[in-house]
């Protein structure tokens, strides 16, 4: 039999705002357990929540950027459950009046472009942490977490393939860090992702039942576990079981799923409009100013990039891929004006070494001056393409701008011609034989001269005038 999977993910967003949705306890990662507290997000009797207007911009800008229709009048409600991390006994969410509605955003598959739905986006708070200590009968609660502002995601089931799920993640990874609103680190968990995944056969209208998994702190492993979780799925289905559902934990080690908890309906937890908090009026001006506000995104940078600097599409993918990349080859070209040189060294060199160092685009010891410096270097003549490999190394361990190196190193490359027809003239004495081979008809010799000149020029000669010499020195 043959299944189609569905696939539909639930992004939890954690907000770049200073301080906490409904209190002006610090959002800081880390800090002495409890110290970022207050009797708000404590949940103590009482205290009333104030709604922090930057987590409505903030969200209001992501919604914009994915193309959603935001509710003029929407609210909060309370989303009932008990756990230790969750001190009110309820989580303060959207429910029936989400922020924003009916988005979509764009995603490449090896060059097809696919839309995938965006079915809400809403606001609400995060939970606090439990430490487990294996060494002790008991589990410590820290709720500096608590009411730490946070955007879901809600996509609908257009996703088809673990592939397609991890390139839609990637895009609105992408979007959330171009705004400045979500750092999007996905290990402490500031951008996570609830999958959910079904299977069916090719055919059938009615989606099959769903697990939803969680529990992966990377795109890669969103893509296993959905990857592992539909064969499962399969496995299940031909073998006349039937699937549960349910939500499962993704285990990295294992390269597996587990069963976590039978999956709660909408009903268990018996959502009320929160009646501590007014509603959220959002007016057209409003909108109008964030929308104005909104920085150049992703896939419309990658298009101007295209259009005005004549690059591959490759290449500004690569470039745009991390905004401070993109600001930096942007950088470049303006020092520069050579484009596409400019993307050849920041892709290549550039990249490679910032990969085996581990580090960001932001650390690069080589400055946009000293490379677009270098490329004009190369234009005029003073180094060879060849010389600059070296020296952009050199760049790049030392931070030093090309001129220094080139002075420090005596690198300057020979483009006299009285002194390089005088080398190739010994180079001709000195091979008689290669000489009258070639002019007997094997030009695969020219190859064995161009080294010969390079060898004793130790590389520093000018490659075009070193070819035309010796065209017209070598020819009978
Ligand atoms: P809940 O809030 O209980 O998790 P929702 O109905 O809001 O449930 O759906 C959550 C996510 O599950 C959405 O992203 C949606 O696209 C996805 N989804 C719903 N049904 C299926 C299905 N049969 N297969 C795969 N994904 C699904
Ligand atoms: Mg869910
Ligand atoms: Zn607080």
Not at 103 to 108: A, F, K, P, S
Not at 143 to 154: Q, S
Not at 249 to 278: C, I
Request: with cysteine; aromatic share 8%; net charge negative.
């Amino acid at each position: 039999m043959e299944f189609e999977t569905i696939i539909g993910l639930e992004v939890h967003a954690q907000m770049l705002t200073d301080t906490k949705i409904f209190c002006n306890c610090s959002t800081k990662f880390g800090g002495a357990p409890n110290s970022h507290t207050c009797p708000v997000c404590l949940g103590m009797p009482g205290v009333l929540p104030v709604l922090n207007k930057k987590v409505v911009e903030y969200a209001m800008m992501m919604a914009l950027a994915t193309n959603c229709t935001i509710n003029p009048s929407n609210s909060f409600a309370r989303k009932n459950y008990f756990y230790p991390d969750l001190p009110k006994g309820y989580q303060i969410s959207q429910y029936a009046y989400p922020l924003a509605e009916h988005g979509y955003v764009w995603i490449d598959m090896d060059g097809k472009q696919k839309k995938i739905g965006i079915t809400r986006i809403h606001m609400e708070e995060d939970a606090g942490k439990l430490i487990h200590d294996e060494n002790n009968p008991f589990s410590y609660v820290d709720l500096n977490r608590t009411g730490v502002p946070l955007i879901e995601i809600v996509g609908e089931p257009d996703i088809r393939s673990p592939e397609e799920a991890a390139e839609y993640l990637k895009r609105l990874h992408e979007i959330l860090v171009y705004l400045e609103i979500c750092d999007g680190n996905m290990e402490e968990g500031s951008f996570r992702c609830d999958a959910n995944v079904s299977i069916r056969p090719v055919g059938q209208k009615e989606f099959g039942t769903r697990t939803e998994l969680k529990n992966m702190n990377s795109f890669r492993n969103v893509q296993r576990a959905l990857e592992y979780e539909v064969k499962r799925q399969q496995y299940l289905v031909e073998n006349g079981e039937s699937i549960i559902q349910e939500t499962r934990l993704w285990d990295d080690a294992q390269g597996a799923t587990n069963s976590m908890r039978s999956k709660e309906e909408a009903h268990d937890y018996r959502y009320f409009p929160d009646p501590d908090l007014v509603k959220v009026v959002v007016d057209e001006d409003w909108i109008t100013q964030i929308r104005e506000s909104l920085p150049e995104l992703p896939v419309a940078k990658r298009e101007r990039f295209i259009r005005e600097y004549q690059i591959p599409a490759y290449d500004a993918g690569v470039l745009t891929a991390d905004k401070a990349l993109a600001l930096y080859y942007e950088d470049v070209v303006r020092l520069c004006g050579k484009p596409k040189q400019a993307s050849n060294w920041v892709m290549g060199d550039v990249l490679r070494f910032l990969n085996e160092g581990k580090r960001d685009i932001r650390q690069c010891p080589i400055s946009a001056r000293s490379l677009a410096d270098m490329i004009n270097l190369i234009e005029e003549g003073t180094i060879s393409g060849k010389m600059a490999k070296d020296i952009v190394e050199d760049m790049y361990h030392t931070g030093k701008p090309p001129q220094d190196i080139i002075r420090e190193k005596g690198l300057v490359q020979i483009t006299d011609e009285g002194e390089l027809t005088e080398t190739i003239k010994a180079i001709i004495d000195a091979h008689p034989v290669q000489l009258a081979d070639y002019r007997g008809g094997r030009e695969k010799l020219f190859g064995f001269f161009v080294g010969q000149v390079m060898k004793a020029t130790q590389g520093k000669a000018n490659p075009q005038l070193v070819n035309n010499l010796l065209k017209k020195m070598l020819a009978p």
